[in-house]
């Protein structure tokens, strides 16, 4: 996401128009026009290729150091920041530039852009729609009849879905809750190789007894792996 604003300010009595870029996704400032006599001769005239910043690519001879850590190292020459990178068998990559001064850190990129990925990647399934799924069932369905519902709803979860089980009474079955409890327990476990239970039975308007299942994505990922290998 790109946004930018203009900035008017006084240096030495002169007013200096300013227009700053930020990157917001990747956290790096870069500034685009002339701020003062300082930075201008910090800066070369390369320009940055790609969404960071990083080692030779780095426009700036003084740069404010940070360690693989966080901690602080401090201001040093690009060159002088390279070679300490180099001692961590790292990148330097530009972070952000605050007050003027551009804030190096020294990390694994590779890994950074990894774990960045990831990262997106979760947040992306997270907010994936949800479609909800039912299936019925009664407190006296045969083996066969299960074991095929238990299958369709392995189908919806495995589509993404979070699937609704319902076991419904009538008549004299309501004096027989404990009969849905057990037909639920025998559901879940044909299906629990790849589902969680996301929310407990309940009974609903002494009719329905209703358990929530959906995906369970690290005893799907366990299940891939096996059959991989």
């Given at each position: 996401m790109l946004g930018?604003?203009?900035?008017?300010f006084v240096v030495f009595g002169k007013w200096i128009n300013t227009t700053f870029l930020f990157i917001k996704e990747g956290g790096v400032i870069i500034n685009n026009q002339k701020i003062g006599d300082d930075l201008n001769n910090n800066q070369t005239n390369r320009k940055p290729k790609s969404e960071h910043v990083i080692n030779n690519a780095i426009p700036y001879k003084k740069v404010f150091v940070l360690g693989p850590s966080g901690e602080k190292i401090g201001v040093l020459t690009k060159e002088e920041a390279l070679?300490?990178?180099s001692e961590y068998n790292m990148d330097l990559v530009l972070i952000a530039i605050e007050n003027n001064k551009p804030i190096v850190r020294i990390l694994d990129?590779?890994?950074f852009k990894y774990d960045k990925k990831k990262r997106q990647k979760e947040v992306k399934e997270k907010q994936a729609v949800t479609v909800n799924r039912e299936i019925r069932l009664t407190p006296l369905i045969g083996d066969h009849d299960l074991k095929t519902k238990a299958n369709k709803t392995r189908e919806f979860i495995l589509d993404g879905n979070r699937v609704k089980v319902s076991v419904k009474f009538r008549g004299r079955e309501?004096?027989?809750?404990?009969?849905g409890e057990e037909i639920l327990k025998k559901f879940f476990a044909l299906i629990e190789d790849v589902a969680k239970i996301s929310k407990e039975a309940t009974l609903v308007n002494d009719r329905f007894l209703d358990m929530y299942v959906e995906k369970d994505k690290r005893k799907v990922d366990t299940l891939t792996n096996k059959k991989d290998n």
């Open positions: 930018c604003y203009n900035k008017e070679e300490k990178a990129y590779g890994k309501r004096a027989r809750i404990e009969l």
